[in-house]
């Protein structure tokens, strides 16, 4: 069955750095969604990627998606406090069904 | 719009006692997930549901757990006997069918088991 691994699990960094959250997943899938967790809280929702090639901003926030290579992005520019959660990844887990595999997240701290 | 509605937010239980948890989906959402995550890993899911049927619950452990959707909205998980290991939160998600394929699934607030 499909697994999708995150790293890194842990990314402390400084404000105002740029760096990159990358989503491996083992077979075909033709979507991905990232999801932002704060702690204690639910899921919410932040990008949603259909195709491959395909790319997504908000605000310091940058998703995109390789099909072929099996891997999406998520990059982080100069990041603020505000932006430290865990981030995770999901694919379905066959194409066309809607079953999400979730990745083990990647736990961000951005220093002050 | 409201989101996806659980409770209880928090319990807490000893082992081998029964436990009930109730979820409300987004209004019109047709599929509906039950997720387990446990602390410091990512959601994995128990159940989906279409409407009032379930469309995988391969990764249920059906000795212990159950799950029912009557009517096609309102769903219960239930664990019978708790286990140590069944420590988690337990996150219920739905999704809009048939409209698009962009929709993605929201989820509630969750429910934290405590099993001591």
């Known amino acids: 069955e499909l697994k999708v691994e995150q790293n890194p699990l842990f990314l402390s960094m400084q404000e105002g750095k740029n760096y990159t959250i990358y989503c491996n997943y083992s077979t075909t899938s033709d979507r991905l969604y990232w999801y932002r967790q704060d702690p204690g809280k639910s899921l919410e929702s932040l990008f949603v990627l259909l195709s491959n090639g395909a790319v997504k901003q908000e605000g310091r926030l940058m998703a995109s998606l390789d099909t072929k290579a099996r891997l999406s992005t998520l990059h982080i520019t100069a990041a603020v406090h505000d932006l430290s959660a865990t981030y995770f990844c999901?694919?379905?887990?066959?194409?066309?069904?809607?079953?999400?595999?979730f990745g083990t997240g990647t736990r961000l701290k951005v220093l002050a | 719009e409201a989101g996806v509605a659980q409770s209880p937010r928090y319990k807490i239980i000893e082992k081998r006692q029964s436990v009930a948890f109730w979820c409300n989906p987004i209004?019109?959402?047709?599929?509906l997930y039950w997720y387990q995550q446990i602390l410091g890993q990512g959601p994995k899911l128990l159940i989906q549901?279409?409407?009032?049927?379930?469309?995988?619950d391969s990764q249920l452990p059906k000795d212990r757990f159950s799950a029912e959707r009557l009517k096609g909205v309102d769903s219960t998980l239930k664990i019978q006997p708790a286990k140590l290991e069944d420590s988690a939160v337990y996150l219920c998600?739905?999704?809009?069918?048939?409209?698009?394929?962009?929709?993605?699934?929201?989820f509630g607030q969750g429910t934290r088991l405590t099993v001591v």
């Open positions: 209004s019109g959402h047709a599929t």
């Open positions: 998600a739905s999704r809009a069918y048939g409209i698009s394929v962009n929709t993605e699934a929201f």
């Open positions: 999901a694919a379905p887990a066959t194409s066309g069904t809607y079953k999400y595999i």
């Open positions: 549901f279409q409407n009032n049927g379930v469309v995988d």
